[in-house]
C-alpha cells in the first residue's frame, strides 16, 4: 500500500474510478496510519475501524459496477460534533461521553449518499468552544508540525483540530468541521491545509450539537481547495428540518477551480492592519495581494469600520446562545446524571462533573448578558452592532468581489504556551470572527511558512451564496505558494 497517503481526495477518487487501487486498500492503509500516529496526534475520539472495512468492501462492489457517487470509497473523519446514528458523538464532553444517536446528521447522511467511508469521530473543543483543542474532555490534540529545531507539542488550533490535525497527518483524506467564529479557517491555517466556512445556511445544521446557532455553520477541510469543493458540494443543499437552511441550488464548485481572477476586484481591509500584528503576517499578506495582481486581479483598499466591534460582539452574542443551548444539558432531558439531594442539586452535580471549565466560564458570561437588568445593554446592543457589521460587509461588497486578509494573527503556539488571561486565547479569532457574524463565506489556504517553520495561512471572505468566486480566488493564492510542505507527523514520512 506504498503510496497510498499521496492521494488528494481528487487524485484517490479518481483512482478509484479508474480501478487503479480499491476502496479497501485505501482504507485500511488509512486506518493503518491512526493505529500507528493517533496514539501521538489524539486526533480521534471514537474509532470505528469495522465499520469503514464494511463500508470500503460495499464501495468496491459499487464501483466495480462502474457506478457510485461523488465520494464511494473515501475515507473521511467526522468532527465529533455531528450525530452519527449509532456511532457514540460525545461534543468532547464528559456529560454526553455516552450518548449514542439514534439519527444521523443531515451532513453525514449526504456525505453517506456520496458513497463516503467514516473511520471515526474526530475530537475538537469541548461543545466546540476554543481556539487551540486544549479543553476536550478526551485530551488535548497535538498539531502534526513541529517548529524548527524543537521537538514542543503545538496546538492544532481549535475549534475542528481534530480535524485539522487528521487531515494534515495523512489519516483521513478529508474532514467535517464546523465553524462559528473562526473554527474551520483558524486550525486549517495553523496545520497547512485548506478549510471553508460556508455562508450561513448553505449547510443544514441538524443533527449538529449546538453551540451558538446563529453563527454556526459546518464545513469542510482538506488537503486542498479542490478537495474541499468536492466535499462541500456533497455538503451542502437545502434541509426542511433545519428552518435557518436556505433553499438555493448547490453549484458545482469544482468547476469553479479554473475560473481564474481576471478582472476580480480584491478588497483590502485596512482596519485589518492590527496593531503589533507580526511582521511576517504583514509580508505574507503582501504577497498574497501580489499574487492575486498578477493573475490579473484589481486591489482597491476599502474599509470595515466595525471590524474592532467584531470580537467583543461575538463573545456576547454567541456566549448568549450557548447559554440558552447548553440549558438542556442537566441530567433530566439529556446528559450524563449526577444524583443530588434536590433537583436543584442534581443540577448543580451534573453540570459541575459534566462540563469543562471554559464551557462553565462561557455558560456562565452568556448567562449574565441574557439576566434582568443587563440583556438591553449586552446582548441587544450586541445584536445592534452586529448588524452593523454586516451593513459592512454589504457595502464593501458594491466595490469589490472578495477581500484578502491574514486567517490568523500568528502560526501554531505550543500548547505550554497557553495564555493565562482567556481574553488572549480569543484574540486568536480576530480576524475570522466579523465573517462569521456577517454570516457570509470564508475560507482559508496554506500561503507559506513563519520563520519557525511552521505553517501560516491566508483568508478570502466573499459574499453571501458565492463561495465559487472564493474556490477561484482561493485556487490562485494555491497555486502561487505551491504549498507543498509536509508536517514532521505524517503518514507518508518513516517514522
Excluded at 460534533?81 to 449509532?86: P, Q
Excluded at 444517536?101 to 466546540?128: C, H, I, M, Q, W
Excluded at 498574497?288 to 486581479?297: S, V
Aim: glycine fraction near 10%.
Amino acid at each position: 500500500m506504498s503510496g497510498m497517503h499521496d492521494f488528494t481526495l481528487a487524485s484517490a477518487r479518481d483512482a478509484l474510478k479508474a480501478r487503479k487501487i480499491s476502496a479497501v486498500e485505501l482504507t485500511n492503509a488509512h486506518l493503518d496510519a491512526i493505529e500507528r500516529l493517533d496514539g501521538r496526534l489524539n486526533s480521534f475520539i471514537t474509532r470505528t475501524p469495522d465499520q469503514a472495512r464494511v463500508a470500503a468492501k460495499a464501495a468496491d462492489e459499487v464501483l466495480a459496477k462502474g457506478e457510485g457517487g461523488a465520494l464511494t470509497g473515501i475515507p473521511l473523519g467526522i468532527k465529533d460534533l455531528f450525530c452519527t446514528n449509532g456511532v457514540r458523538t460525545t461534543a468532547a464532553s464528559k456529560i454526553l461521553g455516552n450518548f449514542v444517536p439514534p439519527y444521523e446528521s443531515t451532513v453525514t447522511s449526504n456525505l453517506l449518499r456520496d458513497g463516503a467511508v467514516f473511520l471515526g469521530k474526530l475530537n475538537l473543543d469541548e461543545f466546540a468552544m476554543g481556539s487551540a483543542n486544549l479543553t476536550s474532555a478526551f485530551g488535548p490534540v497535538e498539531n502534526p508540525w513541529k517548529r524548527n529545531g524543537s521537538d514542543a507539542k503545538l496546538v492544532p488550533g481549535g475549534s475542528s483540530g481534530g480535524s485539522a490535525a487528521a487531515v494534515a497527518a495523512g489519516l483521513v483524506l478529508g474532514a467535517t468541521g464546523t465553524d462559528t467564529g473562526g473554527s474551520i479557517r483558524q486550525p486549517a491555517a495553523f496545520t497547512g491545509i485548506a478549510g471553508i466556512k460556508p455562508t450561513y445556511g448553505r449547510c443544514s445544521r441538524f443533527g449538529t450539537i449546538a453551540f451558538a446557532s446563529s453563527l454556526d455553520q459546518a464545513g469542510p477541510m482538506a488537503r486542498n481547495l479542490q478537495d474541499c469543493a468536492i466535499l462541500l458540494e456533497s455538503m451542502a443543499g437545502f434541509d426542511e428540518r433545519d428552518s435557518t437552511s436556505v433553499d438555493t441550488p448547490v453549484p458545482n464548485y469544482e468547476a469553479a477551480l479554473t475560473r481564474g481572477v481576471r478582472g476580480l476586484r480584491v478588497g483590502i481591509p485596512k482596519e485589518y492592519h492590527a496593531p503589533g500584528m507580526p511582521a511576517e503576517i504583514e509580508a505574507l499578506w503582501q504577497q498574497g495581494i501580489n499574487w492575486l495582481k498578477a493573475a490579473g486581479a484589481e486591489i482597491v483598499d476599502i474599509s470595515l469600520p466595525h471590524t474592532k466591534y467584531g470580537l467583543p460582539t461575538y463573545y456576547i452574542a454567541a456566549l448568549a446562545e450557548a447559554s440558552s443551548n447548553l440549558a438542556r444539558y442537566d441530567g433530566v432531558r439529556f446528559g450524563e446524571r449526577v444524583n443530588g439531594s434536590s433537583l436543584d442539586a442534581l443540577y448543580e452535580a451534573t453540570r459541575a462533573a459534566g462540563f469543562g471549565e471554559e464551557v462553565k466560564r462561557r455558560i456562565l458570561i452568556g448567562t449574565h448578558v441574557l439576566s434582568s437588568g443587563y440583556y438591553d445593554a449586552y446582548y441587544l446592543r450586541a445584536q445592534k452592532v452586529r448588524t452593523l457589521i454586516q451593513r459592512d460587509f454589504l457595502s464593501a461588497y458594491e466595490n469589490v468581489d472578495v477581500i484578502l486578509t491574514p486567517t490568523a494573527p500568528s502560526g501554531a503556539f505550543a500548547q505550554d504556551e497557553k495564555p493565562t488571561d482567556p481574553v488572549q486565547m480569543y484574540l486568536n479569532d480576530v480576524f475570522t470572527v466579523p465573517a462569521s457574524m456577517a454570516g457570509v463565506p470564508a475560507l482559508s489556504v496554506p500561503a507559506g511558512l513563519d520563520a519557525q517553520g511552521v505553517p501560516l495561512g491566508l483568508q478570502l471572505i466573499g459574499k453571501f451564496f458565492d463561495e465559487e468566486t472564493l474556490i477561484a480566488a482561493g485556487h490562485v493564492i494555491e497555486q502561487a505558494a505551491s504549498f507543498t510542505h509536509r508536517p514532521a507527523i505524517h503518514a507518508g514520512v518513516s517514522a
